[in-house]
T-cell receptor
Framework: DGGITQSPKYLFRKEGQNVTLSCEQN?????MYWYRQDPGQGLRLIYY???????QKGDIAEGYSVSREKKESFPLTVTSAQKNPTAFYLC?????????????FGEGSRLTVL | AQKITQTQPGMFVQEKEAVTLDCTYD???????LFWYKQPSSGEMIFLIY??????QNATEGRYSLNFQKARKSANLVISASQLGDSAMYFC????????????FGAGTRLFVKA
């Protein structure tokens, strides 16, 4: 089945550790996005990428890093520099050129820093 | 600067009645897209409806319609004949069609449907 797979679904991390969240899509979509969602709040854009080997900072990129070495994959690293990393992280993708171009989302990764 | 505003943190509606969820946006782009997504308590994001900035007709998808008022920069979602399963968070989103297709979301409105 086509879709977006995020892993792990739940992750616990000690303070000071980096952690990488995986996002893989088999939809052949060009653009991919990472969002952070805090309880009861909206989605805030961390990073996005239109094409391989290119990505742009979103509104809250500090303390995060990404790579886009393959079209299918857009991993997000939460670094120790991120002061408040506990959150729900959503990865999304879309096909550029499609009329509506809605985002397709993964099921999310819930990160808890102990 | 690109911005989405949803001013209703929570809304109640009686089952079978219609409800309007407000969304205003700000952008300097001429070409953009507006979206509504639903997020049930399970956390998944469900695409509901899309409106392009050049579309003259309001978008409709089943019980969902988007009241697009370009001059006022508003894109309100109307849900007709509310059902208990409509209880969820609803997010308005905007995609600018230049500069990398950045897509941002509003803070959301939690809708409660009463039996």
């Amino acid at each position: 089945d086509g879709g977006i797979t995020q892993s792990p679904k739940y992750l616990f991390r000690k303070e000071g550790q980096n952690v990488t969240l995986s996002c893989e899509q088999n939809l052949n979509h060009d653009a991919m996005y990472w969002y952070r969602q805090d309880p009861g709040q909206g989605l805030r854009l961390i990073y996005y990428s239109q094409i391989v080997n290119d990505f742009q900072k979103g509104d809250i990129a500090e303390g995060y890093s990404v790579s886009r070495e393959k079209k299918e994959s857009f991993p997000l690293t939460v670094t120790s520099a991120q002061k408040n990393p506990t959150a729900f992280y959503l990865c999304a993708s879309r096909h550029i050129g499609q009329n509506t171009g809605e985002l397709f989302f993964g099921e999310g990764s819930r990160l808890t820093v102990l | 600067a690109q911005k989405i505003t949803q001013t209703q943190p929570g809304m109640f509606v009686q089952e079978k009645e219609a409800v309007t969820l407000d969304c205003t946006y700000d952008t300097s782009d001429q070409s953009y897209g507006l979206f509504w997504y639903k997020q049930p308590s399970s956390g998944e994001m469900i695409f509901l409806i899309y409106q392009g900035s050049y579309d003259e007709q309001n978008a409709t998808e089943g019980r969902y319609s988007l009241n697009f008022q370009k001059a006022r920069k508003s894109a309100n979602l109307v849900i007709s004949a509310s059902q208990l399963g409509d209880s969820a968070m609803y997010f308005c989103a905007m995609r600018e069609d230049t500069g990398g297709f950045k897509t941002i979301f509003g803070a959301g409105t939690r809708l409660f449907v009463k039996a």
